[in-house]
């Protein structure tokens, strides 16, 4: 069975930086896509960044140039380093990753205050 661990979330100040880390573990080989996805209280889901198996990543527009993800695909480790943290990245924070079917972590929790 698959799983993916998050951690790194946490309280952090607007202006500071959060590292967010994802362990994925399991029988599989790899994985075509893993990524960041977030939720807001009251929101709905959206894409935070995803990154390539070949390394092509993609964005949300929100937060661009302030954070970055990478991954180690002999690991099956992806991270997210969020600098320049606004209250509005407010979230619970899910990995995410993409083989023959959708996987998902459990979620870490990242809060930014004014």
């Known amino acids: 069975q698959v799983q993916l661990v998050e951690s790194g979330g946490g309280l952090v100040q607007a202006g500071g930086s959060l590292r967010l880390s994802c362990a994925a573990s399991g029988n599989i080989f790899g994985f075509d896509v893993m990524g960041w996805y977030r939720q807001a209280p009251g929101k709905q889901r959206e894409l935070v960044a995803i990154?390539?198996?070949?390394?092509?990543?993609n964005y949300a527009d929100s937060v661009k140039g302030r954070f970055t993800i990478s991954r180690d695909n002999a690991k099956n480790t992806v991270t997210l380093q969020m600098n320049s943290l606004k209250p509005e990245d407010t979230a619970v924070y899910y990995c995410h990753a993409l083989s023959r079917r959708d996987y998902w972590g459990q979620g870490t929790q990242v809060i930014v205050s004014a």
């Open positions: 990154l390539s198996r070949r390394g092509i990543a």
